[in-house]
């Protein structure tokens, strides 16, 4: 029988699932990590999901015809993801980027055809930036199609159908505990909400960053962790609409250095280079597994996107790739 795809769509979702064994054996973490290794979509993250969701919906709407013009706020993954969707069915794409993103992804946008507006990081310091950049975006593109991930419900629902139903097959329901990070929220609230409308006692935890690692006025260009957002003590209305506030059980905050460190540790024990939002949610994976409390559970945490993207990160190298060093000081495969 052969196996042949038709369309880049085609590629999108069932991720694999790695249990992370070298590295839950170094720690001695009583709960078992899975790692969702979102890197394997055909653009390479986790926003391909919701490209192709929202594009499918609008494209079903009668809302967008090939030769349009998408247009949408991102820290570069969806971009990405949409420039590609864009390229297999026929539209154009232009993106605002605040000026501080890796410089890889600006490269890879470019590369599928999209066109860039920058924007200083120091405007997202504003409480009302979110919904600011959302009407300049719509007022300097008359006519074109506004994705808008921070609030378009495809962008949960895509999660909701596919992400969370995907990880509740591959655990056989045996899922306890998921972690992931905020960009606009689609991830937790959708897959989140999917996981605990199959098993309410399950736990959802965000990792989000803290203090030192976001922009202030003194400081607007911090080692940041690309593509997450603080979302505690943060008041409701500069959240993403997409990010549903009742859904997590803890917030657990962590730097930029921790994630870094916990990417290296990612790549050096178990061989994947996963990005610092990933380093991000596996740091606080790390935390749950090492509670007595969560001794044999299951905890799966989001990887969304590749260290690839990050190595000539604005800034501090993402990952400094000194995996030797790790290899020497870790007992590995004992
Ligand atoms: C690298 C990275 N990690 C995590 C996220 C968060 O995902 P979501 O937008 O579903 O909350 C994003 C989204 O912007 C991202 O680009």
Redesign the pocket.
């Known amino acids: 029988m052969t196996r042949i795809f038709n369309s880049f769509s085609d590629l999108i979702g069932n991720t694999p699932l790695l249990e992370l064994h070298n590295y839950r054996r170094n720690r001695q973490l009583g709960a078992r990590i899975l790692a969702k290794i979102e890197y394997f979509n055909p653009a390479g993250?986790?926003?391909d999901r919701i490209a192709w969701g929202i594009v499918k919906h609008a494209e079903e709407a009668g809302k967008i015809r090939p030769g349009d013009l998408l247009v949408d706020v991102t820290?570069?993954?969806?971009g990405i993801g949409l420039a590609a969707v864009a390229a297999s069915r026929g539209y154009r794409t232009k993106f605002y980027l605040s000026d501080n993103i890796s410089p890889d992804k600006v490269k890879l946008l470019r590369l599928f055809g999209a066109e860039i507006v920058t924007v200083k990081n120091e405007f997202f310091l504003d409480p009302q930036a979110l919904d600011k950049i959302s009407l300049r975006v719509q007022e300097e593109n008359p006519g074109a199609f506004f994705t808008d991930?921070l609030a378009n419900p495809a962008n949960p629902r895509t999660?909701f159908e596919t992400t969370g139903p995907e990880i509740w097959r591959d655990t056989d329901g045996a899922v306890d505990i998921f972690v992931?990070?905020?960009?606009?929220?689609?991830?937790?609230s959708g897959a989140g909400g999917f996981l605990k409308s199959k098993k309410p006692g399950l736990k959802v935890v965000i990792a989000e960053p803290a203090e030192a690692s976001l922009p202030t006025d003194v400081n607007p260009y911090p080692d940041e962790i690309?593509?997450?957002h603080k979302v505690s003590e943060v008041p409701r209305e500069q959240l993403p609409r997409n990010f549903d506030s009742t859904i997590a059980d803890e917030v657990i905050a962590l730097n930029t250095s921790d994630a870094r460190k916990t990417a290296q540790s990612l790549v050096a024990e178990e061989g994947i280079f996963a990005?610092t939002?990933a380093g991000a949610v596996l740091f606080a994976a790390t935390q749950l597994a090492l509670r007595p409390e969560n001794a044999g559970k299951i905890i799966v945490a989001v990887l969304?996107?590749t260290g690839e993207r990050y190595l000539t990160a604005a800034g501090e190298p993402a990952v400094s790739v000194d995996t030797a060093a790790i290899r020497d000081k870790v007992d590995l495969h004992s």
């Not at 820290?75 to 969806?78: H, I």
């Not at 992931?180 to 937790?188: D, F, K, S, W």
């Open positions: 993250s986790v926003k820290s570069g993954n969806t991930q999660h992931a990070g905020v960009g606009t929220g689609g991830t937790i690309d593509g997450v990005g939002s969304p996107d």
